[in-house]
């Protein structure tokens, strides 16, 4: 019997894990990989519990039309397999993010027998002592570690708005969008300033009316995008979490990288940006000086909250929202150093990922006198 269990989960039969890790996404595996790597025997000492009913993480959700040739950067995982080399014989950039992705994932899991399950939902991690208690919709684990990988996609954020109840149009998040095609004909309303609020803003603006508003002026990131600023960005995120901040978004530190669609949405003039409007009126919105707009939709581009709502039993966010990290990439629970969190505030990107779940994986190990 592993050290720390307990009379209780003896006589009930709970599995009994060195390290749980809850999120099958790309800090989830980047993870369990260094996790095997350091000797952790799969499915006896450490798991992988992924709510999503397929490999990919958050990308098998994403929209059609986004492509590898229009994200950001997917970062290889570890191992040396590469997203390029896995991907279909004569497939070029233009393939869909939300099929490359996963059938990229997947060749990894197999490639390194990662113990993954799925689909399991994490419902609550409990402190019960020396060990930490999973509670799950198919079982309860017990485990002296977690790494909490589950990202963000699952907390899409919608903010209150006076009079949302009362519009006769449709209402989504950015989370929700499927393509521009649905809305042709019609007029939207795009309220955010991200990358993601640019990129479906630039696609609607093609077959329908758009209004675009912030919250306040978009930044645009002029000339090229440097190693140096992606650094400076990440280092701003990490402050604000090893001060117990909430970690904000990274786009607001880098601004709007400049490319070929940001300049043909500017071209039409679907950039046109507007303030936020004061409310929601059931034909549209109206700005407080008496401005309307009708609307037939409003996409909310407006991001996302962090998933964590299952660690909520263990009290780690403080009164101002955010969680005091610590450790070499800031992965580390301050107050508990049982509980790590991968995909969280400076390593909410996929190379961030990747370089996080290697931290994880060995300070938590070597907090519990693994090496």
Sequence with gaps: MRE???MAERAAGIPKMEVVVIGGGQAGLSSAYYLG???LVPDREFTLLDRAPGPGGAWQFRWPSLTLSTVNGIHDLPGGIALAASAAPGETGDVRAAEAVPRYFAEVERAFALPVHRPVEVLAVRDHGARLRIETDRGTLSARGIINATGTWDAPHIPP???ADSFRGRQLHAH????????AGQHVVVVGGGISAVQ???EISQVAGTTWVTRRPPDFHEGAFRAADGRAAVARVEAR?????????LVSVTGLPPSPALQAARDRGALERLPMFARITPEGVEWADGRRQRADAILWATGFGNALGHLAPLGLVNA???IRMSGRLATQVAADPRIHLVGYGPSASTIGANRAGRAAAEELLRHLGRR
Excluded: H, K, M, W
Excluded at 241 to 249: E, K, N, T, W
């Design 4 to 6: 720390g269990s307990t």
């Design 37 to 39: 790597q350091a000797g």
């Design 320 to 322: 101002e929202g955010g």
């Design 161 to 163: 708005y006076p009079g």
């Design 200 to 202: 479906i803003l630039d």
């Design 176 to 183: 929700d969008y499927c393509g521009a095609a649905e809305f």
């Design 241 to 249: 979490v090893r001060a117990g901040l909430p970690p904000g978004s």
